[in-house]
């Protein structure tokens, strides 16, 4: 559409061309106005030796829309306080990114490859309500995420090819 492939992931392109996946759309959370890519948080809790699975979900919160909310399985034996974990990501993160509340869990549920399925998790969390800050159906957000032809900052390593069909061919 309008010359874009529409896959549902998040990213940005550097000034070579290259395109750089952040995260999928539907896993973004926006708090008070800010955007929190999940995936960012998650690989830093990921890194506590005690971490076993990680997921980082939007959950409602009345003042901010939607606050960063973690869900953690502990390997067995090891333990971890919500307090080490926040410290952990405020050294690392802006504030508004660092979990406001954490949930600590036995079992995570998984796909049948393996894969969280934070759908599941954030389910419980907004059931009732008739609007989905983090969920569903999005209209077109790469201008309020910074995702263009224009934009070409890049923190990231590895690149990809570039996903506007318009783009000269490498």
């Given at each position: 559409r309008g010359g874009w492939l529409h896959t549902g992931d998040a990213g940005f392109?550097?000034?070579r061309g290259f395109v750089?996946?952040?995260d999928r759309i539907k896993d973004i959370i926006i708090t008070g106005g800010e955007n929190v890519f999940s995936t960012e948080v998650e690989n830093i809790l990921t890194?506590?030796?005690a971490v076993q699975f990680c997921a980082v979900i939007g959950?409602?919160?009345e003042e901010w829309g939607e606050r960063v909310h973690a869900v953690?399985?502990?390997h067995a034996g090891h333990e971890a306080t919500e307090e080490d974990l926040r410290q952990m990501c405020r050294a690392e993160i802006a504030h508004y990114k660092v979990p406001r509340s954490i949930e600590f869990r036995s079992e995570m549920p998984l796909s049948p490859a393996g894969k969280i399925l934070k759908r599941e998790l954030r389910d419980s969390y907004w059931q009732g309500r008739s609007r989905r800050v983090g969920g569903g159906k999005w209209p077109d957000i790469r201008h309020l995420i910074g995702i263009s032809r224009r934009s070409r900052s890049s923190s990231a390593t590895a690149p990809a090819r570039?996903?506007?069909r318009n783009s000269p061919r490498r």
């Open positions: 392109m550097d000034d750089y996946v952040v890194r506590h030796p959950v409602p919160d953690l399985v502990l570039s996903w506007n």
